[in-house]
Every structure is written in structure tokens, then in C-alpha cells.
């Protein structure tokens, strides 16, 4: 069955089985994103730069922005689709510095398992220092500040609410 334009559809149901299937699409292109991440995390580990690597992060963020201006998107949407890249990145840099990725690396097939609830999250000082870094590679000034050590007080992050200091 060929994709109908959005004109195109005569009802409801038309339209929901148009969005499902964009919506599955959106998921296998972020799966096939994340093997690419994944490739560029094992690659990085005999380069200086490591996994975060702030002016590539703004620089993606910048394209992707671009690209929803290129395509008429209203002005909000376009900061919604930036923040939602920041978020996936976010999570490609936790999900990078996570116990999973290190018992990953232990088996021969170098597959990752599957990143439950439960393998993410650090409790205790690591869990203050993956946090910060994670809400810093997101683009938190904040965050930033607090992960470099910097003591000075800054107000606290309307995104993800990390105050520095």
C-alpha cells in the first residue's frame, strides 16, 4: 500500500494508519541511529575526544533545526525537534558511560544488552557526576558549570532543573 498524502485521506482511520506507519519509521530510523552511535562509541575509544563532544552535539542540533526551518515547521516545533535531539543524544552519552555499556564490551560478540530501567541509573556520588554530564552534553549551562567544578551560582535550568554550585 502507497503512503497517502495527508489530502488524501478521507477519515480517521486513514489518517492514524498514515501516522502509525511514520511513526514506525521514526523508530527504525533511530534504531539504525543508535547502530551508528554505537559504532562511533567503540571508534572513540582510541581517540582523545571520548564520548562527549560538545561542538559536534551543538552542530547536529544545529542541522537538524535547519532542516525543520527547511521544511516549514512553526517556530516552536522547530526548538521541540532540537530538544528532542538533545535528549536522544543525552541519552547515547549515558547510555555510553553506563554499566551496560562496560559488560557490552566483556563478551566476545561485543553486542550491547538490553538497556532496562534497571541498568541505567547510579545511585551514590557517580550518580551526581552522570547526571551532571549527561544534562552538560545536553547543552545545560548549569550543568555545565557544576560538572567542570566551577562553584560560582547560577540559576537553576528551566529544562531539567540542575543548578551549579
Avoid: H
Amino acid at each position: 500500500m502507497d503512503p497517502k498524502r495527508p489530502w488524501e485521506c478521507a477519515d480517521m482511520t486513514q489518517v492514524r494508519a498514515e501516522i502509525d506507519r511514520i511513526d514506525e519509521t521514526l523508530v527504525d530510523l533511530i534504531a539504525e541511529r543508535f547502530g551508528y552511535v554505537d559504532r562511533a562509541w567503540q571508534l572513540k575509544q582510541y581517540t582523545p575526544e571520548g564520548a562527549t563532544v560538545p561542538w559536534r552535539i551543538q552542530q547536529v542540533i544545529d542541522k537538524v533545526k535547519a532542516r525543520a526551518r527547511a521544511r516549514d515547521l512553526p517556530p516552536e516545533m522547530v526548538d521541540m525537534v532540537g530538544a528532542q535531539w538533545r535528549n536522544m543524544i543525552g541519552w547515547f552519552v549515558q547510555y555510553d558511560t553506563a554499566p551496560a555499556r562496560a559488560s557490552a564490551m566483556a563478551r566476545p560478540s561485543r553486542a550491547a544488552p538490553p538497556v532496562t530501567s534497571a541498568t541505567l541509573p547510579v545511585r551514590g556520588p557517580l550518580a551526581l557526576i552522570r547526571s551532571s554530564t549527561l544534562r552538560a552534553a545536553a547543552g545545560c549551562r548549569a550543568a555545565a558549570l557544576a560538572a567542570s567544578g566551577d562553584r560560582r551560582r547560577t540559576p537553576a535550568c528551566r529544562s531539567c532543573t540542575a543548578a551549579a554550585g
